[in-house]
């Protein structure tokens, strides 16, 4: 029920710029190494990735004036006990000739379960991703990059814990200074604000492979801007772009409860676009809504059992290449016309029409389109060329 360590007084010169030798009442550092003990004992006790912040102290006792650096003193944690959710403790700092100097009583720590990609990323950024790299969706012969987070990987409902202070600690990790100033203004209850926090975590995990693999770049997600343009796309940029002569990535982001994904392509693409859904959402309502009389009857030609999971790989295709065009679906499903389906590969073949409006004349607008289903969530990725490389290199 409780651990022993020794401690030594450190140096307090480098604490202030502006004092070399500051007046303390108290010493910070020396005072809050004792909680550090009792953290280090309760992972000795707690299997899983927990953490602690201390949250109350019944009293602090002081038996005498600050230590002299150098002055090694030894930590008592005694009565030591924790639970789901609470760790707490009696703590004395004793002196070499065994007075007791300091002494909190009823130490109080609040304990948090982290899922175990959150806190290897959280503690070292520059080697891990939040994220997954996605090896079924991604292919490397079209330079495609898919990264996804699951609530497997990272229960949502966790950021929320503590007042939020995982998601405010995943926030300064992974956006920069004006993201985070962004993310700020969004209503702090807001699902959304969760949502497009984890949808910049995962995209970024995806770019930052993409620019280590293609150019030996590696970047801290600080270092990646993810803006969006007046139709809503997604657009990297930062002062690494510098580096790799303007072959700035692709990107798109999709997300829907339960499952986020990201994905990322060569600059040199003219346009890029990923989509998830959620197969039982695409109930005969939403199909009716979706879809044109020539789709419905592809639809109609599969098996009864098959129909759902293909309505929702279908729609994801409309949404995969309407942020491919970046021109949005625009409430117009009609608009993305299905030509053709196959059923062993999960491919898609799908033309998408201007109607009437100007568009880039460079741009593909038929392009096959790969989907595929896993588990209760059907997706789609698309990624566009130019019909004339002449016009894509003007462009």
Same mark, same amino acid.
Do not use: H, K, T
């Given at each position: 029920d409780g651990a022993m360590a020794n401690v030594i007084v450190l140096q307090r010169d480098m604490m202030f710029a502006s004092r070399k030798n500051p007046a303390f009442i108290t010493d910070p550092v020396l005072l809050d190494q004792p909680g550090q003990v009792l953290a280090v004992w309760m992972n000795t006790q707690s299997p899983g990735n927990p953490v602690a912040f201390p949250v109350h102290v019944n009293s602090l006792e002081l038996f005498g004036p600050a230590l002299p650096p150098g002055e090694r003193l030894t930590c008592l944690v005694t009565n030591a006990f924790t639970d789901d959710v609470l760790l707490s403790s009696n703590l004395d700092l004793v002196k070499a000739d065994g007075r007791?100097?300091?002494r909190f009583t009823g130490w109080t720590d609040r304990r948090f379960e $982290?899922?175990?990609?959150?806190?290897?990323?959280?503690?070292t950024e520059t080697d891990h991703h939040l994220s997954e790299r996605w090896d079924q969706l991604s292919d490397t012969r079209s330079g495609l990059t898919v990264f996804r987070v699951t609530n497997d990987l990272l229960d949502a409902g966790f950021l929320d814990a503590g007042a939020g202070v995982w998601m405010r600690t995943l926030a300064s990790i992974v956006l920069s200074r004006k993201e985070r100033e962004l993310w700020h203004k969004m209503p702090a209850q807001s699902p959304r604000r969760a949502e497009w926090l984890i949808g910049r975590a995962v995209a970024k995990d995806a770019v930052r492979?993409? $620019?280590? $693999?293609?150019?030996?770049?590696? $970047?801290l997600s600080a270092d990646i801007e993810i803006e969006t343009r007046p139709g809503g796309a997604p657009f990297v940029h930062g002062e690494w772009t510098r580096v790799i002569d303007g072959e700035v990535p692709r990107v798109s982001i999709s997300h829907v409860s339960g499952f986020t994904v990201a994905a990322v392509a060569s600059g040199d693409t003219m346009g890029l676009g990923i989509d998830v859904e959620r197969i039982e959402r695409m109930n005969d309502d939403a199909a009716d809504i979706a879809f044109t009389p020539s789709e419905e009857v592809i639809l109609s030609s599969l098996a009864q059992d098959e129909r759902q999971a293909w309505r929702a790989r279908m729609w994801c295709a409309k949404e995969a290449m309407a942020k491919a065009l970046g021109e949005g679906m625009k409430g117009r499903p009609d608009m993305f016309i299905v030509?053709?389906?196959?059923?062993?590969?999960g491919e898609i073949e799908m033309e998408a029409s201007n109607d009437g409006q100007p568009s880039h004349a460079s741009v593909q607008r038929s392009a096959t389109i790969h989907t595929l289903v896993d588990g209760d969530f059907a997706f789609a990725s698309c990624i566009l060329t130019s019909s004339d490389p002449a016009s894509a290199t003007a462009e």
């Open positions: 007791v100097w300091a $982290l899922p175990g990609r959150f806190r290897v990323n959280s503690l492979s993409y $620019l280590l $693999l293609e150019f030996g770049l590696g $970047l030509a053709r389906i196959d059923r062993a590969s």
